[in-house]
């Protein structure tokens, strides 16, 4: 029941973000702002040079929680590659790409704790480029905390039991895609 919880207070948060973005503009982008992510998407690394960076960033999370709190039992691992990391702009160039990790790990925290977790999670997600942050505490009393990259990148700490942990990157495009577009010049 705890995990379907968890699982379901990352899903809001990422359905919390899309709101957010559209509201702050991020919808139906013009074909100006389109080209302009393209522009900029192009002098970034491949997004095949950055895969991996999530699953990096995540096991300094996990390390860093176990450092403080003791071995945690952490579930449901996966990585997916879609646009979360992406602008509406960037989404609509062919070949952008984000990664994205998630994790959910068995442990009950106090208030203490949880505020010790948000600042294990923060200070890692810093020192990795994840600067901008929000934190929000939920009806029910568990805290979430999300940071983001300049370009869209985040990390999300849902804390409860279990804990969940999601990152993403910022939004590249495929080697492929800028192979294409390089011969095109």
């Known amino acids: 029941m705890a995990g379907a919880l968890c699982v379901l207070l990352i899903w809001g948060v990422v359905e919390v973000v899309k709101v957010v973005r559209d509201m702050q503009g991020y919808g139906n982008p013009s074909a100006q702002e389109i080209e302009e992510a393209l522009i900029e998407m192009r002098a970034r690394a491949s997004f095949e ?3 991996g960076v999530t699953s990096v960033v995540l ?3 996990r390390a860093g ?3 403080d709190f003791g071995p945690i039992i952490w579930e449901h691992d996966a990585v997916d590659y879609d646009i ?3 602008t ?3 989404s609509e160039n062919l070949g952008a790409r984000s990664e994205q990790s ?3 790990g068995f442990l009950s925290l106090d208030a203490a704790q949880t505020k010790r977790a948000i600042e294990i999670v923060s200070s890692i997600a810093r020192r990795n480029g994840y600067t901008r942050s929000v934190r929000k505490t939920a ?4 805290q979430y905390i999300d940071l983001a990259t300049e370009r869209g990148g985040r990390v999300t700490l849902v804390t409860g039991d279990p804990i969940g942990i999601s990152v993403s990157t910022d939004c590249f495009l495929t080697a492929e895609r800028l192979a294409e577009l390089q011969s095109d010049d």
């Open 49 to 51: 040079e950055m895969q």
């Open 59 to 61: 096991t300094e999370i």
């Open 65 to 67: 929680l176990e450092g």
């Open 84 to 86: 979360l990391g992406c």
């Open 88 to 90: 509406n702009a960037e």
């Open 102 to 104: 998630r994790s959910f």
């Open 139 to 142: 009806v029910s009393g568990t």
